[in-house]
């Protein structure tokens, strides 16, 4: 596998209601690792808790107050379940992908996935991505409105859902492109409320576990795994669970990585990198206001912090990505276009003044 040394891309979400003008601002500033967009300002279904219902067992579609639910009690669920669990077992245990098109993300789910797979010819990487069992378990609720994340039984469905939609865009770049390398990224911002009064229930090895398994399938799939979370958290979770890469908001929250010196040490030095979400999307003043300059005097903070507590920064430059905090969905074009030129510029400077290749 090529080096992936601070080479740059992004997280999925964009402002644009056009699918082709959202994939050339990917084309055109990701070169290395192309993404494919979430645009739900084509079509509100590609909002990131609802964009992986599609073909899921239980989840309904309540037309009148337009929002979708989970049903476990009737009769058709049950029955969705076995087909479910016997797709899962086909296409997992046996890549037996008869039936894998029946998780596919397609439109008004995807306006831009088909485009982004057909311009993968000549590329080493791409990036896909799916909502994480958290986020999606406690979004996605009951009639009732309990998360469907407490449900022993949902959370595994979950669990494999998020998982077969993961080895479907596997498949899909392959099928363009049988020399690509896909990086999964499992988008889990609800991640960083982990450990608060909130949550106060979930389990940290329940966690683990559903991360685990999806990372695990993805990786004997032979793509990497990344887990996003656009706040503090606890990376040693991510860590025990698997994960090729750790990707947070760097511009805000770096120095939560020295907290887990140790771990991030040697989850480096076993070949794990760090993404470093640097550009604030999150933060729209900051964004206008934010240059090169500034971007890297907050990188060198943050390698600083870990060299302080006894990480070679050598190996820091080396197994380093760079892309925004979180998504740019919620900015408008011009901001996103600014933050997409500055996830690759800045990746490209840091490169050359630490002279990775």
Request: aromatic letters at 12%; hydrophobic letters at 40%.
């Amino acid at each position: 596998m090529e080096n992936l040394s601070l080479k740059a891309t992004a997280i999925g979400s964009l402002p644009h209601d056009n699918p082709d003008e959202a994939l050339k601002l990917v084309f055109d500033n990701f070169s290395d690792i192309p993404f494919w967009p979430q645009l739900a300002n084509v079509h509100r279904f590609e909002d990131m808790i609802i964009q992986y219902n599609q073909g899921i067992p239980g989840i309904r579609f309540d037309g009148e107050n337009e929002k979708f639910y989970c049903d476990t009690l009737s009769d058709k669920f049950f029955e969705e379940l076995e087909e479910f669990f016997l797709d899962y077992e086909a296409i997992i245990g046996q890549k037996n992908y008869e039936n894998i098109d029946k998780y596919a993300i397609t439109p008004p789910y995807s306006s831009a996935f088909e485009k982004f797979s057909e311009k993968l010819e000549n590329y080493k990487f791409a990036k896909g991505h799916v909502t994480g069992p958290f986020t999606w378990g406690t979004s996605l609720c009951d009639i009732e409105g309990n998360c469907s994340f407490y449900d022993e039984t949902y959370r595994e469905v979950l669990i494999k859902g998020i998982t077969l939609k993961a080895v479907w865009q596997i498949l899909q770049f392959r099928a363009k492109n049988p020399e690509i390398t896909p990086i999964i990224f499992i988008d889990e911002p609800v991640l960083s409320q982990y450990g608060t009064s909130a949550f106060v229930t979930v389990q940290r090895s329940d966690l683990v576990s559903a991360l685990a398994e999806i990372s695990g399938v993805i990786k004997d799939f032979g793509a990497l795994s990344a887990v996003h979370c656009c706040g503090k958290a606890d990376w040693s979770l991510l860590i025990d669970a698997g994960v090729d890469i750790i990707n947070l908001d760097a511009y805000n929250y770096a120095q939560s990585l020295s907290v887990y010196a140790d771990k991030i040490g040697e989850f480096l030095q076993n070949g794990g990198y760090i993404a470093w979400g640097m550009v604030p999307t999150l933060d729209k003043t900051a964004l206008e206001g934010v240059t090169l300059d500034v971007l890297m005097k907050k990188f060198d903070k943050a390698v600083a912090c870990l060299q302080y507590k006894g990480i070679n920064p050598n190996l820091i430059y080396k197994q380093s990505l760079i892309t925004p905090a979180c998504g740019a969905g919620g900015l408008n074009k011009e901001l996103a276009q600014k933050a997409m030129f500055l996830t690759g510029a800045f990746a490209d400077n840091v490169a050359k003044k630490y002279e990775v290749l």
